[in-house]
Nanobody, 125 residues
């Protein structure tokens, strides 16, 4: 059974940076790990993802150029480096994992099989 644990959330000011981490246990073979976020009163939305085999990355338009997703080569762990944070980035950030193949972008919530509990990111203006 796959288990995901996020960490690194916190309270920051607009323009600051923050790095989130997600460690997965029970993984094997090829898979993708992604980040989603959910603000109060809004739907959970895709942020970024990375594949284990080829390190293919995808980003939502809202974070492109500001956020960077990366993986640890030794263990099943992903990072989300968030720069130039905006108040609009305030949300609970979730780590997720999917077994979908490399060629599939997997940007939808329903594409993912496992989810972490989330970590709160608050950006003040």
């Amino acid at each position: 059974q796959v288990h995901l644990v996020e960490s690194g959330g916190g309270l920051v000011q607009a323009g600051d940076s923050l790095r989130l981490s997600c460690e997965a246990s029970g993984t094997f073979g090829d898979f993708k790990m992604g980040w989603f976020r959910q603000a109060p009163g809004k739907e959970r939305e895709f942020v970024a993802s990375i594949s284990w085999k080829l390190r293919t990355t995808y980003y939502s338009d809202s974070v492109q150029g500001r956020f960077t997703v990366a993986k640890d080569n030794a263990i099943s762990k992903v990072y989300l480096q968030m720069n130039s944070l905006k108040p609009e980035d305030t949300a609970v950030y979730y780590c997720a994992l999917t077994w979908r193949p490399e060629y599939y972008s997997a940007r939808g919530r329903v594409d993912y099989d496992y989810w972490g509990q989330g970590t709160q990111v608050t950006v003040s203006s």
